[in-house]
């Protein structure tokens, strides 16, 4: 970004303009926490500037000072010629109302299961106060975990996830919100490393992007970690390992919730037998399944 555009941009609402402008024309991608570029564009001016990220209008006719305007400039080429998502340059993501820590070694925290903790689970599940176990297979930044907790005063959550580096992210996130004597974490491969273990509510969000898709991923999406993504030629590889699974982890009566995205279909044409729910939430209707442990395959 040139010097003579950073003296020419005085105001907040110059450098809205100007960011919204240029992100149209490098075509980024959006979907980490914002959907469109003004949204994206507003949050990341706001966070650089120390703003409170829900008072825009305020501050759009304020000038800026020297050293905020190349901080603006330096932030605003990392998204554009990068292409680095807003949250791995702002260390933040939001989910269910929850701020976490995030950067490269995770996901970007998103899930339709959030919208569904714990009211859209209680017809299932029952009041918050009957789980006492818990566990969110496939972790990552820990943030459907400390969603759990906080649903469920009553239980002790198991966090799951292969990547030992995705589990120091979540530890310093289960750390934050002081739930370190509630939130276990646990370094598997899916249930591999949890014999022995019950469970009265089961979630997941797996890495379910199908092998044809993750060719054509955004480059926004290709900074994420391939293996939070990639579910394999039909999307399915690690669902059917938990469906095959998951009844020996649950009490009776237990309850499963499992993400797959666009899958539904394929999902139901792989397991033609299995009674599954399709849960709504605000955003979809067809991504996330319940399953009791009665309906599981390989029930014993």
Partial sequence: MS????HDLETLRDWLR???TRFGEAQLSFGHGTTNAYDEAAYLLLHALHLPLDQLEPFLDARLIQGERERLAQLLERRIDQRIPAAYLTHEAWLGGFRFYVDERVLIPRSFIAELIPDGLEPYVGDAGSVTTALDMGTGSGCLAILLAHAYPAADVDAVDISSDALAVAQRNVADYGLADRINLIRSDLFANLSGKSYDLV??????????AMESLPPEHRREPELALAGGDD????V???LGEASRFLAPGGTLVVEVGHNRAATEIAFPRVPFVWLETASSADSV?????????GNP
């Fill in 235 to 238: 999307g399915l590889d690690a």
């Fill in 240 to 242: 059917r390992t938990i």
């Fill in 203 to 212: 979630i997941s969000n797996p890495p379910y992007v199908t092998a044809l």
């Fill in 18 to 20: 100007f960011a919204v």
């Fill in 289 to 297: 399944f319940l399953l009791k442990r009665e309906e599981l395959p």
């Fill in 3 to 6: 010097g003579s555009a950073i």
